[in-house]
């Protein structure tokens, strides 16, 4: 085994990094710009099986090249370390950008490449960070980076901390990791930087380059579950919206539809994102960290079981825009205000609402079943006529379990109409000139549906 011969050598890796500016479709953009940043440290001298490592490494840079150079709208760019300095001058800064972004200069590239001798360190993350400055500024471009390397970080830096901190600012995504030989140490020490893949032979290495190629330049198919009770995919007409789990940017909205065939519509999403989905049902239910698997076509299940609210008013009403807050029970936070005469669809579960009547009505846990609708009905309001021979200080009270209950406060103006719910009130109030408080009064008066009752105060 390959493993036994190079047991304390270090380990041959690929890391891609994506760098992903938001973009307004699920395909790939027009344009993708790639850097490769080779490593050409004193230890790519080390023979493994018939070659030395900066021989294998050399080919694969080669044929990396020429694969994506087969894509349209592809620019190449060449960062290498550690080819600068000698290995005794231990230079941690030995990083520099060899052939820039540009279009047609793969020839370049591979010269350069050829021309590369092995002498210094190993400065991964100094490498890393500088490579953020390489890419041109253009919006809707992606932006990938591919590392050849023989070794562990040999420097002051941590990759992990570096991937991990680009990756919130929207430099790069979660990297692939292709070990060639390598340890289990190796494998534990760069989990953190991305996904990790082992490769033995040079013939495994020619095999991941491949998978990188395709992940990097191929959109992944997959569809969105929105599922019932019973696990059935049949939830739909609501709108996702997709964000990138790293950056929280949004990237996509999408109303959910099902297809010709009655099954969810296929989305095409870049499988080197991590994606938080929002379905905006009533309240929202959110999917975090969804990661696609490059070569299969994705499900992403989402439980959104759904029933219907309505709110009536019967007969004629003389309300405008009469509305029903609506909140999950035990919890803060409206959800939704909610006109009535309307039907809503509703996730299934226990909600409060105070509908916005005069006086408005409380309802403690209303329940929402699946495929049924629960109805709020309240009867049609009356009119009350409010006349006033004099300024006054007053306002419509009820009494509710024996306590005095604030309904509506009488205007300055001496006509005034109220729409109200039907039922018994009192209209408390003095004179404006009056100074003695004894001369408080008080008078009852009910609202009866479709009628107006007059009062003169």
Known sequence: MI????????????????????????????????????????????????????QVAKRMAIKLIDSLSTFKNVE???????????????????????????PNNLVIMKKRVNSLIPKGWTPIAYSLQECEKDFPTEKGVRNLVIIITDGM?????????????????????????????????????????????????????????????????????????????????VETNVLMSIYDASTKKLLFNYEHTMNGRGVPDTLFLDPLRRYDITVHTLPQVQ???????????????????QGFIEFVCTGKTNYTDLKAVVTVKKKAGTIHAQTFNTKKRYLCGV???????????????????????????????????????RDLVCAIYHVVNGKMVWVADISDEYYQTIIMQPGKYIVVGRSKAETRTIYTFEKEFTITSATTTEINI
């Open 153 to 233: 970080e040999e420097c002051t830096g941590d990759p992990c901390l570096i991937s991990q901190a680009l990756q919130k600012k929207g430099i790069f995504l979660k990297p692939f990791i292709i070990g060639l030989g390598s340890s289990e140490q190796f494998k534990f020490k760069f989990d953190c930087v991305g996904t990790y893949y082992d490769a033995n032979t040079e013939k495994d290495f020619e095999n991941v380059v491949g998978v990188i190629v395709s992940q990097a330049m191929n959109a992944t198919s997959c569809q969105i579950n929105l599922l019932d009770k019973k696990l059935r995919p």
């Open 76 to 102: 190449l760019a060449l960062r290498v370390y550690g080819h600068q300095k000698t290995v005794d001058l231990k230079d941690c800064k030995d990083s520099r950008l060899e052939v820039p972004f540009a």
């Open 351 to 389: 909600y409060e609402m105070e509908l916005l009547t005069t006086p408005r009505i409380h309802l403690d846990s209303v329940v929402v079943d699946e495929n049924k609708t629960t109805t709020i009905l309240i009867p049609q309001p009356g009119r009350l006529q409010v006349n006033k021979s």
């Open 3 to 54: 493993m036994a011969f190079v047991n304390n050598m270090k380990a041959m890796l690929i890391a891609v990094f994506l760098f992903i500016g938001l973009t307004a479709h699920a395909q790939t953009p027009e344009k993708t710009r790639i850097l490769i940043i080779f490593d050409a440290s004193g230890s790519m001298t080390t023979p493994i099986e018939k070659w030395t490592r900066i």
């Open 287 to 305: 999917k975090n960290n969804v990661e696609l698997i490059v070569g299969r076509h994705n499900i992403v299940a989402i439980d959104v079981p």
